[in-house]
């Protein structure tokens, strides 16, 4: 290399690959945090190396999920309460992991942003590693984009990738039949699903993200920027103890959607609305809106984040676990003969 003119540079162009460098080494540590068996190599490399006979598996089928967190994140954004959306980004992707009945094995993460502000960017991918260590993944990888004029000052998009594992044979739904419980385990709130139609609310309502909750002692933006609850470990145990004949993460779609999907073709489920309380953060939205009940059922998780369809046999034993590792369980119905979901009772 010859010649001493000063030129222009990629920081010049708002690229700064020095602060890119100061990230990586920034969440080094909570990336360690999340390590595994089967972790070969992790950060810095071009790639990242897993070992699914060292992770305990001797036939073992793939099993891949990627999602984002959607306009959720618009409300981290303009409140700067950033720390959150990671663990609900891990949580998108790993819940829908175990429905097949996979181990979510490990996460990388796509972060992008206009400019890169590295303490903002380090609260993000710290609570993505923090996502990972609750559901007993390891975080091997991801990329931070900076691409100056794609996104406004301060604005960024998450996207993830989560690859799990079970062996041959255990994949989930199987053997669902008619009469088979519906043990329905409580949402942390409105997850990271509806969230157009939140900030709609929110704005018919004449409410600011820092103005006092209606129904809580927080902010408005912060009761709202509660993340997704993570199934994964309770879910493992209740299918590794058996009984558990499907699985169905209630994200976008609701109840009316989502469980439909693990049900064989020509059956269906009643629901019974009155097995639990519509908790306060829908009974509000549903005020503002004048929202019809078919709509919200459709529309948001309704206070049940995860269903699980088990033999009626095993739901009793299968409801101690998981409340012994702190779910709150609700029989909220039964498999049917007759296709589509019938609901009895009321939410609001």
């Known amino acids: ?8 540079t990629y920081a010049d162009a708002g690229v700064d690959i020095d602060a890119g460098n100061a990230l990586v080494e920034r969440i080094k540590p909570a ?7 089967g972790v070969m190599s992790g950060l810095g490399g071009f790639g990242a190396l897993f070992d699914l006979k060292a992770a305990g598996y001797s036939d073992p089928i793939l099993v891949a999920a990627t999602d984002g967190v ?4 618009r409300i981290a954004i303009d409140t700067g309460h950033v720390d959150g959306v990671g663990v609900d980004l891990v949580a998108m992707c790993v819940n829908d992991l175990v429905c097949q009945g996979a181990e979510p094995l490990f996460f990388l993460d796509y972060f992008a942003t206009g400019a890169l502000e590295t303490e903002k960017a380090a609260r993000i991918i710290e609570g993505i590693a923090l996502g990972c260590e609750r559901a007993g993944c390891a975080l091997i990888g991801g990329e931070t ?12 998009d998450l996207a993830g990738f989560a690859v799990g594992a079970m062996e041959r044979g255990a994949d989930l739904p199987a053997g669902v039949a008619e009469g088979d419980v519906l043990l329905g385990l409580a ?5 990271s699903n509806g969230y157009s139609l939140v900030r709609k609310l929110v704005g018919m309502s004449g409410l600011g993200w820092d103005d006092a ?3 809580s002692d927080q902010t408005l933006g912060a009761e709202l920027l509660t993340p997704t609850r993570l199934y994964v470990r309770q879910a493992l145990a209740a299918i590794r103890a058996g009984g558990v004949h499907a699985l169905a993460h209630i994200t976008g779609g609701g109840l009316t959607e989502n469980l439909p999907r693990v049900l064989p073709e020509g059956m269906g489920a009643e629901i019974d609305l009155d097995a639990w309380r519509l908790p306060p953060v829908f009974q509000w939205l549903a005020q503002t809106g004048g929202m019809a009940e078919k709509e919200l059922l459709k529309t948001f998780n309704c206070g049940i984040g995860m269903i699980l369809v088990v033999d009626s046999d095993r739901a009793q034993a299968l409801t101690a676990l998981l409340v012994e590792m702190g779910e709150i369980v609700t029989p909220i119905g039964h498999v049917t003969q007759s296709p589509g979901m019938a609901y009895r009772g009321t939410l609001l």
Do not use: Q
């Open 187 to 191: 949402s942390d709130g409105v997850h």
């Open 145 to 156: 984009a900076e691409m100056p004029g794609m996104y406004p000052a301060g604005d960024f």
């Open 1 to 8: 290399m010859t010649g001493s003119r000063n030129g222009i």
């Open 31 to 37: 990336a360690k945090r999340t390590n595994r068996s």
């Open 213 to 215: 909750c209606p129904w």
């Open 70 to 73: 959607g306009t959720k994140l």
